[in-house]
């Protein structure tokens, strides 16, 4: 089983930049994927970004060219760089692991962490 820890978020100004970090109490190696997931106040749970075992990562078209997820197998970590951050990227960021495809194509999450909140306000 493995567990995911999440950390970096806060309070940052408009146009600021934050990072965030989740890190796994086991091997995420042979994970399928790997992402973050966001949830504001009133809002359904968006799956924001993602990094596969192979492959290019995968953005939500509101955090594009803002985002950028990376991968660390052999520290068992992802992380998610936020740039030029928005009112509207405020919400709770989970991060989120799949053992196999069929997982992530259902957004049927294997591993969930208990997030960490992001604050974007003047």
């Known amino acids: 089983q493995v567990q995911l820890v999440e950390s970096g978020g806060g309070l940052v100004q408009p146009g600021g930049s934050l990072t965030l970090s989740c890190v796994a109490s086991?091997?995420?190696?042979?994970?399928?994927?790997m992402g973050w997931a966001r949830q504001a106040p009133g809002k359904e749970l968006e799956l924001v970004a993602n990094?596969?075992?192979?492959?290019?990562?995968m953005y939500v078209d509101s955090v594009k060219g803002r985002f950028t997820i990376l991968r660390d197998n052999a520290k068992n970590m992802i992380s998610l760089q936020m740039n030029s951050l928005k009112p509207e990227d405020t919400a709770v960021y989970h991060c989120?692991?799949?053992?196999?495809?069929?997982?992530?194509?259902?957004?049927?999450?294997?591993?969930w962490g208990q997030g960490t909140q992001v604050t974007v306000s003047s």
């Open positions: 989120v692991g799949y053992r196999d495809y069929t997982g992530y194509a259902n957004r049927n999450y294997d591993y």
């Open positions: 086991g091997s995420i190696f042979s994970l399928y994927a």
């Open positions: 990094i596969f075992r192979v492959g290019s990562p």
